[in-house]
DNA sequence: GTGAAAGCGCTAACAG
DNA sequence: CTGTTAGCGCTTTCAC
């Protein structure tokens, strides 16, 4: 209704130029078939008249919008910032705009709600974190809807994702602990409905193996990725007769909450206990004592995850693939060897 | 080019229906004049048919998208993320679609690139700390194009704002610390080309005046909101022959980089030294010691500053007008009183 | 090379 | 109350 007054469009340009709409359409649209001179003298006019070609139209004619959904959980933690660094450069590359929904937003309506408007409005959907995937990816994949999950370990469902090697840097992570001297090693899990989650705590269990360490099913507390999971968790491994000398969390987050809840005991970290992460989000490096743990290249997922919805919607990628970034152990200041050895 | 397949239109509704695409449109509309008992069965097949409404052709028909732009200088603090969260509340509420732009890509644009994709995309724009609003509001006020400022303090520019009481919080915080016992307090500026920045500093001189204290230049550390900021100058502020008791930092990045330098040089937070911020981000009350900081209520702005923005685009509202909402004092533990009262 | 014409899917004004 | 009609601004054949 509220029509905005002074627009310009492209029958105002042609008329100015003296041609026809349709061959200012394909100067627009970078067609080769025009002769130079006419190009040079609409590209003029265009500049003049301040035309801003609408984004509507031209998708509604064209059936391509040249914009991204991108559905995250949240917005708060610098986790998320950090993907969303990584997509944001992409699309800017390719010129997409990129249009934000909540998880939150998602889940008040139907199940399908996704799918909808996906249809009605974007290319291409980014999905970080998906909680309960099958939510998505059934109607998603029926309608053949480009989309790519990122930080997510699908758990049998055969489509595009991007994630990191979760197994790969919770074994790494465990075996540093090892390597300097600790055997009893606790464990803070993820939500274990998440593939990330699961990993994690597989690579730990791996490489208490490996060692010939047994796994102490005392030792490994459930959490589910939230801050207050690290300070309980904490809590009851270091109530234990014999508590662990090191605590591995499954992120960042509860890493940080842990190192409270042993300080809160009167322990010193990293003497008395040391405590490591899994993310190295931006945070980490700041708390004292900065927080020793496994990095994800988040912006890069963000970045690679961006590229490869780019090119299935290009159709240039179809088969469904999942990449996996490397993670990379970050020792910082909240581990170090145990006091004594009498493990 | 790439139609999506299987989209089913108005039209495809209409057939089935038995009535005319226009009495879809009605239903869709919710206009009253539809007898209920064809409402029901239009709404029937719509549900049966899994029909969706296309979003470009209806924005194209009617003028309005329900897609509101936020443009935002970033997204890895948790600064940034507090206020999106405020917006994605309200815009929930109202049904409006939110397309994220960053200010890093719109700067590499023309001047007037955020006014031209505003006019061909969405009906208003939220601006979230523009460092240079003139880039902004020039064109769109020009334009009559919706938009809301969010925590700028305008310095002449009359357009919809909202922000915080910066002077007030500015105030009250160092008043707080004069009553602790400081009396050399060094304060550390944001980027005094912000009228927030400015604001702020204003207040913790008055309050000085107000106590009958000294402005003391060389106790102002003039910085730009950016966390190496904090620690220069915290560094110099305790170099001083006669090193303040209290740093008092614009901000909250820059008041834990403070921290570092602080006990970098030997000093214990808060026996030796109190340091306290701005802006009660999410890791204020995660380091150690937890931050005494000045509260904004970052959600509530994002929120307020969508409510005023809808206003604008419904034509409720015309005046400009500029919200602040009030600061809070969060005391937690890097203050304390001084060591001995020799100042 | 360029113009003309037919939609894209929908809203809104106008008939009836 | 409901059908019809004319666009919204643009892309895309199809002629010339």
Known sequence: MAKRPNKVTIVDVATEAGVSFGTVSRVLNQDAHVKSETRQRV???IHRLGYVANHQARSLASGVSKVVGVLVPDLGTGYIGEIMRGIDVELGISGHDLVLYTTHRAAAK???YVA???QSMVDGLLIVLPRKPADYTGTLT?????FVLIDHQG?????AAVGATNWQGAYSATEYLIKLGHQRIGFITGSL????ALDRLDGYKS?????HLAVDPQLIYEGTFNQPDGYTGAGCLLELEQPPTAIFASNDMMAMAAMDAARDRGYHVPQDISILGFDDIPQASLVRPALTTVRQPLEQMGRVATQMLLEIIGGARSKTSRIELPTELIQRNSTAAPKDRTG
Do not use: Q, V
Request: one cysteine or more; hydrophobic letters at 30%; a negative charge.
């Open 116 to 118: 909808n408007l996906a």
């Open 142 to 146: 029926e309608r053949k809807f480009p």
């Open 43 to 45: 590209l003029e006019t």
């Open 207 to 211: 490489a208490l193996r490996t060692y």
């Open 193 to 196: 409905d998440l593939g990330a």
């Open 155 to 159: 758990t049998g469902e055969d489509c």
């Open 110 to 112: 139907e199940a399908n």
